[in-house]
């Protein structure tokens, strides 16, 4: 007999998640396998990626991320942010709520469909390097906002060839071993940029990516001197909200906010 398996449909600013609730370990080992079935578009539901709602001893719960690769990341923006919708409609967790991940404790709000995350603090901040790739250098910052990004700015989004460079960035020996995420941001004015994402086990670019507003959003803050907050309209139409302080040179208080929904729910067998 097949084994059947719930799941939720959630999706955040065009990025869409598949979310189980494995507190009861309805799944048990290789996580990552049933990952690359599950967000598989074409022979099963399709996503962006696959989150696991899991006991915590230290948060309201704990939150895995796999990417449709298989392999899996310290944290998702936008995953975050629905799994703070679902945890407060499934009464898993209140409005407000503490998320374990493997970056460490999120704090999310829930506010109808609205949802606030803060993220942790920002490291190893990288300006100004120079990246080559075939025989051309590309001007770049680095930020790591619960997970790897390299920053890129361009003067028109619809000229970039966002897989192509992405992938090479992705892969660069800069960022060696692990990879790290490609953003390519346009500012469009004092308190706005327009962002497209290279996504890291995704390997392609994705309607949204949070982390990668984040990271976009304070890159642009400090060499085009914005201020708190900076929105950031996404491929997929809609804007998020980047919320941070700084404090001795360093980002602090750094809060991801925008709109999320659980899209439908249904049953995998397996």
């Not at 990952?35 to 709602?53: E, T």
């Not at 309201?60 to 975050?80: T, V």
């Not at 499934?90 to 991940?101: E, N, Q, S, V, W």
């Not at 500012?187 to 995704?202: D, F, L, M, P, Q």
């Given at each position: 007999?097949p084994?059947?398996?719930?799941?939720?449909?959630?999706?955040?600013?065009?990025?869409?998640?598949?979310?189980?609730?494995?507190?009861?370990?309805?799944?048990?080992?290789?996580?990552?396998?049933?990952?690359?079935?599950?967000?598989?578009?074409?022979?099963?539901?399709?996503?962006?990626?696959?989150l696991l709602?899991?006991?915590?001893?230290?948060?309201?719960?704990?939150?895995r991320?796999?990417?449709?690769?298989?392999?899996?990341?310290?944290?998702?923006?936008?995953?975050?942010?629905?799994m703070?919708?679902?945890?407060?409609?499934?009464k898993?967790?209140?409005?407000?709520?503490r998320?374990?991940?493997?970056?460490?404790?999120?704090?999310?709000?829930?506010?109808?469909?609205?949802?606030?995350?803060?993220?942790?603090?920002?490291?190893?901040?990288?300006?100004?390097?120079?990246?080559?790739?075939?025989?051309c250098?590309y001007?770049?910052?680095?930020?790591?906002?619960?997970?790897?990004?390299?920053?890129?700015?361009v003067?028109?989004?619809?000229?970039?060839?966002?897989?192509?460079?992405?992938?090479?960035?992705?892969?660069?020996?800069?960022?060696?071993p692990?990879?790290?995420?490609a953003?390519?941001?346009?500012?469009?004015?004092s308190?706005?940029i327009?962002?497209?994402t290279?996504e890291?086990?995704?390997?392609?670019?994705?309607?949204?990516?949070g982390?990668?507003?984040?990271?976009?959003?304070?890159?642009a803050a400090?060499?085009?001197?914005?201020?708190?907050?900076?929105t950031?309209?996404t491929?997929?139409?809609?804007?998020?909200r980047?919320?941070?302080?700084?404090?001795?040179?360093?980002?602090?208080?750094?809060f991801?906010?925008?709109k999320?929904?659980?899209?439908?729910?249904?049953?995998?067998?397996?």
């Amino acid at each position: 007999m097949p084994k059947t398996i719930k799941f939720t449909k959630a999706v955040a600013t065009g990025n869409d998640f598949v979310i189980i609730d494995n507190r009861s370990s309805v799944l048990a080992g290789r996580l990552g396998e049933f990952a690359r079935m599950a967000c598989d578009r074409k022979r099963s539901i399709g996503a962006d990626g696959l989150l696991l709602v899991e006991k915590s001893k230290r948060a309201d719960f704990r939150m895995r991320i796999f990417n449709p690769d298989g392999s899996e990341p310290e944290m998702c923006g936008n995953g975050s942010r629905c799994m703070a919708l679902y945890a407060y409609r499934k009464k898993i967790a209140p409005a407000d709520m503490r998320i374990d991940t493997l970056a460490g404790t999120l704090r999310a709000h829930v506010k109808k469909d609205s949802v606030k995350v803060r993220l942790t603090d920002p490291k190893d901040i990288k300006w100004n390097l120079c990246l080559m790739i075939d025989k051309c250098p590309y001007k770049v910052s680095f930020a790591n906002t619960g997970v790897p990004h390299v920053i890129h700015f361009v003067d028109d989004l619809d000229k970039v060839d966002v897989k192509e460079i992405g992938s090479s960035m992705r892969y660069h020996e800069e960022f060696s071993p692990a990879g790290t995420n490609a953003d390519f941001v346009k500012v469009a004015n004092s308190a706005t940029i327009n962002i497209r994402t290279y996504e890291r086990g995704v390997e392609d670019e994705t309607l949204a990516c949070g982390t990668g507003a984040v990271a976009s959003a304070l890159i642009a803050a400090e060499s085009e001197k914005m201020k708190s907050p900076v929105t950031v309209q996404t491929r997929g139409g809609e804007k998020l909200r980047v919320y941070f302080e700084m404090k001795g040179g360093n980002f602090t208080n750094v809060f991801l906010e925008g709109k999320a929904s659980l899209v439908y729910e249904g049953v995998l067998k397996i």
